[in-house]
């Protein structure tokens, strides 16, 4: 494929709203988790939530929009110029020239879970104030943000659990390259809801502790929460400098189990060699991965004898999932924007709280940050349903 | 790449499924819109993937039973394994049986959920129960565009056959929600249609599409009776297309999708 030019992204998760409080997180290995204090959820768990939401409700205008989900879009949006940027990027292509591909695996549902406690007592009927259109309904987010940036070109949501917004790169990438529009701005994001805090602990697979992928000790993961943005062009930005491109998309199914992982990681060496093979880049190449790493002992061991047998066991990699929880629909679009900061900066992320990794998960797992010099980064994205997406990164001069 | 200057998206059409209200399948459907039989409203049949492995048949409600059906169906007719097939999965509600029930726990006393239902909560549910029914590491993709899923999804399958050149499946449904979401959201009846699309011309094919963007209004059908279903159901905004092909009549359509763009669809039957 063609390479595609992230020329503006941001990112809001617990470590911050932003680039800045990311990047300071990342470079010092800190953990942007705390133990559970959503709603009036009892479970001994740690979350990454996003400080000041309850405090910040949407517009008045927007007010058909109001849901958990859409309040943390907005916030997203407002960083580190995004708004300004794809206002600009219409201004230059024309609206219906741009795209929108948001991932989402549980939209607004928090809303619907909040209003089933509020059901008439005689007649079961949700509250007049329940809105599904602009909450619950998976494209929430999306008709949202298309409303509230001006983009008029195709829009989807894609939804495949846990690499949602990976995959979304993959359908604004198609729509580049077949000249259907000129830009995109692909995304993810995602929210607390109980669906998948009860959820995740009903399988047992939330940690008691913050999660610790790659640990001898790891015992699950930490429910996270993020919105993650990057405006994808075909032309780069006109000041000098490098510039960070998608390369590669790679996507593939296990066809496995539904919720397991393929014990080898098939279906994800799949997606990591497809990635490679559309960036048309060797695996000696890339200098970072950044893992899927949940933090479950099956999904890490799958994913490591995927990476093993891909990148072999010297490639350094780590998940930053300790840091900012599993943000679910949303981690796809978040890691991106996380390699995107490793690249232009140099940084080899270290993987927060993981200080020893487990000795039977042979391979190069970077516990404290450090500085790098690499070109090329690639992030996996791997989901429920037994869905994978690999994408891969450059910084280009 | 098979798109031309204007943007033209091309795919040639060998398999189609259907399910809906008193639609049992694609012959029937097909007899429905080309006025050769009498419509009569049933409820939308369904019954376990026999494709599927028992303990995982045993853990699908009515929306896995709705991909399955017409996604086989499609892939029998046009003789296609579903091991190499990939598939965009399109939905506005996906699967509100399961929704409502999570819900409902979620507010009582006892907010422990089944694994299952859990895991059956997620979008792609049906995606993943297809490739573990196929066994097979192809990729599919699962997309919701709210009332325009059915063009978003078709979108989608005919820009990865432009890009990748692969034959692909578009599998596109929707249920009715149970109550109380069904007074908020009131999709009227389960529907579903799939096709299967390939970039080049078929021996079998049934008809090619011509796809682009455009703006106006978006076209309806004859059948007084379908269209109520196609105006109502999201997934059910495709058959406009299977009304051409029924009557074998070349024809220019417009689906809706999102505004202000339409998807032009120029339907020309093939034999």
Redesign the interface.
């Known amino acids: 494929m063609n390479p595609l030019f992230l020329t503006r992204f941001t990112a809001t998760c617990c470590l911050g709203a932003g680039l800045q409080p990311l990047g300071a997180a990342l470079a010092g290995t800190r953990s942007g988790l705390a133990p559970c204090r959503f709603e009036d959820v009892a479970l001994d768990t740690w979350i990454g939530a996003v400080a000041g939401i309850e405090e910040q409700p949407l517009p008045q205008a927007w007010r058909p929009f109001e849901c958990r989900n859409n309040r943390l879009a907005y916030l997203g949006l407002g960083q580190d110029g995004f708004t300004a940027a794809v206002a600009a990027c219409i201004s230059r292509v024309g609206a219906?020239r741009v795209g929108l591909f948001i991932g989402t695996?549980t939209s607004g549902?928090l809303q619907?879970?909040l209003a089933?406690?509020r059901?008439d007592p005689s007649s079961?009927?949700?509250p007049a104030d329940?809105?599904?259109?602009g909450t619950?309904?998976?494209?929430?987010a999306?008709?949202f943000i298309?409303q509230l940036l001006g983009i008029?070109?195709?829009?989807?949501?894609?939804?495949?659990?846990c690499s949602s917004s990976a995959?979304a790169f993959?359908?604004a990438q198609?729509?580049i390259?077949?000249?259907?529009i000129d830009a995109a701005v692909v995304g993810g994001v995602d929210s607390l809801c109980?669906?998948t805090l009860?959820?995740?602990?009903?399988?047992q697979l939330t940690a008691r502790q913050p999660c610790r992928p790659f640990a001898a000790e790891r015992d699950g993961i930490s429910i996270g929460e993020a919105a993650a943005f990057v405006l994808l062009e075909k032309s780069a930005p006109r000041a000098g400098g490098s510039a960070i491109a998608l390369l590669g998309v790679g996507?593939?199914?296990?066809?496995?189990?539904?919720?397991a992982p393929h014990p080898e990681g098939?279906?994800a060496r799949?997606a990591m060699e497809s990635a490679l093979g559309a960036a048309g880049l060797g695996a000696a190449e890339v200098g970072y991965v950044n893992l899927h790493g949940t933090g479950t002992a099956s999904n890490d061991s799958a994913e490591c004898a995927a990476v093993t047998r891909v990148f072999g066991t010297a490639m350094p990699c780590s998940s930053t999932k300790g840091a900012t929880g599993h943000t679910l629909g949303a981690a796809g679009a978040l890691e991106a924007v996380i390699c995107a900061l490793a690249l232009r900066d140099q940084l080899l992320p270290g993987g927060a709280n993981t200080d020893q990794v487990d000795p039977a998960l042979r391979l190069n797992y970077i516990t404290s940050s450090q500085a790098g010099s690499f070109t090329h980064a690639v992030s996996n994205s791997f989901?429920?349903?037994?869905?994978n997406c690999s994408l891969a990164f450059g910084r280009l001069s | 790449?098979s798109?031309a200057a204007t943007?033209e998206?091309l795919a040639y059409v060998t398999g189609i499924g259907v399910r809906g209200p008193g639609l049992a399948d694609w012959p029937q459907t097909e007899a429905v819109l080309s006025d050769r039989q009498p419509y009569q409203r049933a409820d939308t049949l369904l019954s376990a993937p026999d494709t599927l492995p028992p303990t995982?048949r045993r853990?699908t409600g009515r929306v896995v039973r709705l991909a399955f059906a017409i996604g086989l169906e499609a892939a029998r007719q046009s003789d296609t394994d579903p091991a190499r097939l990939p598939v965009v999965f399109a939905s506005?509600?996906?699967d509100g049986d399961n929704?409502h029930e999570?819900?409902?726990t979620?507010?009582s006393a006892n907010?422990?959920?089944?694994?299952t239902?859990?895991?059956?909560?997620?979008?792609?549910?049906p995606?993943?129960?297809w490739?573990?029914a196929?066994?097979?590491?192809?990729?599919?993709?699962?997309?919701?565009?709210?009332d325009a899923?059915f063009a978003?999804g078709l979108?989608?399958a005919l820009?990865?056959i432009?890009?990748h050149g692969a034959t692909t499946a578009l599998i596109a449904y929707d249920l009715d929600y149970p109550?109380?979401?069904r007074?908020?959201?009131t999709v009227p009846a389960a529907f579903g249609m799939a096709l299967v699309l390939h970039a080049s011309p078929q021996p079998r094919a049934l008809a090619q599409l011509r796809v682009c963007?455009d703006s106006g209004a978006a076209d309806g059908i004859g059948h007084a009776e379908l269209e109520a279903l196609r105006a109502a159901i999201p997934a059910a905004q495709g058959l406009v297309l299977l009304e051409a092909i029924a009557k074998r009549q070349t024809r220019s359509v417009n689906i809706a999708?999102?505004e202000?763009?339409t998807l032009r669809v120029e339907v020309i039957p093939c034999a």
């Open positions: 219906h695996s549902i619907t879970e089933y406690r059901r079961g009927a949700l329940f809105h599904y259109a619950h309904n998976t494209f929430s999306a008709a298309r008029q070109g195709p829009a989807a949501v894609v939804s495949t659990a995959k993959g359908a198609r729509m390259e077949l000249g259907i109980l669906t009860y959820g995740f602990h009903s399988l996507e593939s199914n296990d066809g496995y189990h539904l919720s098939l279906g799949l989901g429920f349903g037994g869905t | 790449m798109a943007n998206l995982e853990r506005s509600g996906g929704c999570i819900c409902q979620l507010a907010r422990a959920l089944s694994p239902r859990f895991h059956n909560s997620v979008h792609n549910a995606a993943g129960y490739s573990i196929a066994h097979t590491q192809v990729p599919s993709t699962t997309v919701c565009a709210y899923s978003a979108l989608e820009t990865q432009a890009v109550p109380p979401l007074a908020a959201r963007l999708y999102l202000p763009q």
